[in-house]
T-cell receptor, first 113, second 112 residues
């Protein structure tokens, strides 16, 4: 996984609660991204960042916020969780000098009741 | 091959046989392709990649073939082992930036 870490590994929320999924890497990766994975569907891009201070929306950004204050960290925030956000969330990053390959973290399994 | 839906296509092979997993990609302008392996409860693991200026690329026990004419990508695994059991999916990149579009995956089951 090229050293991408994610916490927590599991989380259960009630509808309307907020939380932050953490993603970190200490290898100076510039590009970082968040995906969600749902049964029978391919990974879908939520938000991404090409470097500290720069973020942009992916395919399914609604209900999620991100920030990139440092190169190392790229947290994903759910401001008001909904059952439709029940999913497995993966963070990925691209090492410098490797233009396109993305390496994934171990994932966070989120259930919203 | 891969398809959209609730049930992943499954490929069952005997240990020691060769496996071929297929992927039909969507965009003729895609210029970079990756195969990932995902074991249950784990994140996707990079296996091998190929750029659109190549037709074939080999790694350790794996080969990726790219047919741009029919927009088809395949992953060949030689001498399949029980540890190869996982979901395999392809991803394509189109244009600049790092955005990837992912397929839904194929479940590979290795029978002893």
């Amino acid at each position: 996984n090229a050293g991408v870490t994610q916490t927590p590994k599991f989380q259960v929320l009630k509808t309307g609660q907020s939380m932050t999924l953490q993603c970190a890497q200490d290898m100076n990766h510039e590009y970082m991204s968040w995906y969600r994975q749902d049964p029978g569907m391919g990974l879908r891009l939520i938000h991404y960042s090409v470097g500290a201070g720069i973020t942009d929306q992916g395919e399914v950004p609604n209900g999620y916020n991100v920030s990139r204050s440092t190169t190392e960290d790229f947290p994903l925030r759910l401001l008001s969780a909904a059952p439709s956000q029940t999913s497995v969330y993966f963070c990925a990053s691209t090492p410098p000098g490797v233009a396109d390959t993305q390496y994934f973290g171990p994932g966070t399994r989120l259930t919203v009741l | 091959g891969e398809s959209v839906g609730l049930h992943l296509p499954t490929l069952s092979v005997q240990e020691g046989d060769n496996s071929i997993i297929n992927c039909a990609y969507s965009n003729s302008a895609s210029d970079y392709f990756i195969w990932y392996k995902q074991e249950s409860g784990k994140g996707p693991q990079f296996i091998i990649d190929i750029r659109s200026n190549m037709d074939k690329r080999q790694g350790q026990r794996v080969t990726v073939l790219l047919n741009k004419t029919v927009k088809h990508l395949s992953l060949q695994i030689a001498a399949t082992q029980p540890g190869d059991s996982a979901v395999y999916f392809c991803a394509e990149k189109t244009g600049g930036g790092n955005k990837l579009t992912f397929g839904t995956g194929t479940q590979l089951k290795v029978e002893l």
